[in-house]
């Protein structure tokens, strides 16, 4: 017990004890709240990192499309260019005049 006061002998036992207590918890509740920070902290750097694997994978379908995509359209594009700078230039008119030389000369 602690010495004669003019408060009850209890009352300053209780609040000694209460003293005690709090100075021996405070280190336990501080690692825990820290704890609980770091546990939460790395959750969320978890939850980034799926999420920019997802973004990433999405990413790399749309490249591989457009890829896919640029394949199949190179015969189509390298035609549509043939065809345009051939009706550009005389060789239609050329090949037509072959073509009816031609005829006229088996008498199709």
Known sequence: MADNT???????????????A??????AVGLGAIYQS??????LMFENAVG???QLAIAGQTATNEGVI???TV???????ATSKIAASDTP???MANMSALKASRGY
């Open 6 to 20: 003019p408060v009850n002998g209890q009352i300053t036992d209780s609040v000694s004890q209460s003293n005690v």
């Open 70 to 72: 640029q394949i199949y």
């Open 52 to 54: 920019a694997q997802q």
């Open 38 to 43: 770091l546990g939460h902290s790395t959750g």
């Open 75 to 81: 015969n189509t594009m390298a035609s549509a260019a």
């Open 93 to 95: 008119s050329t090949m």
């Open 22 to 27: 709090v100075l021996g918890n405070s280190p």
